[in-house]
């Protein structure tokens, strides 16, 4: 398991103030509870696996994080901008939020008219201001970190499933975000392919960068995060250290899941 400073506790050190809060976040859709009561602290550095049934609202509780669905309930804290539920954010609330947070989603959600390079180019200009040169330069950079720097002139259509989420990837990152949340991000390839994004996720975890990642890989849950969180029927049922969860998980709920997963 990998094991960051950030998020182990020190004697005579004291722990370092949470990147991201949650209290008591819920959302329903109409009678439908999706998420109910979910609080939710981030360290600097940590990396947190959620995994759980189909339904159980992982993915809403991303979309909720970085208000892509508003919560209906409870509040989210990223440093000191706080969202209340019930209150529409202003626009300068949500732009100081979601540069916090990087997002890569199951689909890639690439611009096929746009070639790779102006993919991961173009938000940088027009949210961070960046010149394009300046912009061409970090996206280059980025590319390179994730094995593509050679694809930088040809159009999404060309790369391969694995090679266009790794390029969503990158256009996450070259907004320098704090915080990267992914959802099920390996889901929509077959299993080689998944192994090359997992191995880029991999190499960021390693790096320091907090992450919250909504998988279905078991093996990166317990290997590479610091804290699993299981969630069924809207709630958190069980979190704790990767390792201890994933092998000794404490509630039958846990227990089920765990079971059914491993006995595919």
Do not use: W
Not at 13 to 24: C, H, I, M, Q, T
Not at 153 to 170: L, T
């Amino acid at each position: 398991m990998s094991l960051k400073s950030s998020s182990i506790a020190v004697e005579g050190v004291a722990p370092k103030e949470p990147l991201l809060r949650l209290n008591g976040v819920g959302k329903t859709f109409g009678t439908h509870v999706v998420l109910e009561n979910i609080d939710l602290s981030l360290a600097p550095g940590e990396v947190v696996a959620i995994i759980g049934p189909s339904g159980s609202g992982k993915s809403t509780l991303l979309r909720c994080i970085n208000q892509l669905e508003p919560p209906t309930s409870g509040r989210v804290t990223i440093h000191n901008t706080t969202i209340e539920s019930g209150h529409t954010p202003t626009r300068r609330e949500l732009m100081a939020l979601r540069r916090s947070i990087g997002m890569v989603f199951q689909s890639f959600n690439l611009f096929p008219h746009l070639t790779v390079l102006r993919n991961v180019s173009l938000a940088q200009e027009r949210v961070m201001n960046r010149t394009r040169a300046e912009a061409d330069a970090v996206s280059m950079q980025l590319l390179s970190r994730v094995g593509l720097a050679d694809k930088a002139q040809q159009f999404p259509s060309r790369c391969s499933g694995g090679q266009q989420q790794r390029i969503a990837i990158a256009r996450a990152l070259a907004l320098d975000p704090e915080i990267m949340l992914f959802d099920e991000p390996t889901s929509a390839l077959d299993p080689e392919l998944g192994l090359e994004v997992l191995a880029v996720m991999r190499e960021l975890a390693e790096g320091g960068m907090t992450m919250i990642v909504v998988t279905h890989e078991m093996h990166f849950a317990e290997d590479v995060s610091d804290r699993v969180i299981i969630m069924a029927d809207g709630k958190i049922v069980e979190q704790g250290p990767s390792r201890d969860v994933m092998r000794n998980p404490k509630t039958e709920r846990a227990q089920r899941f765990l079971h059914a997963v491993k006995d595919r």
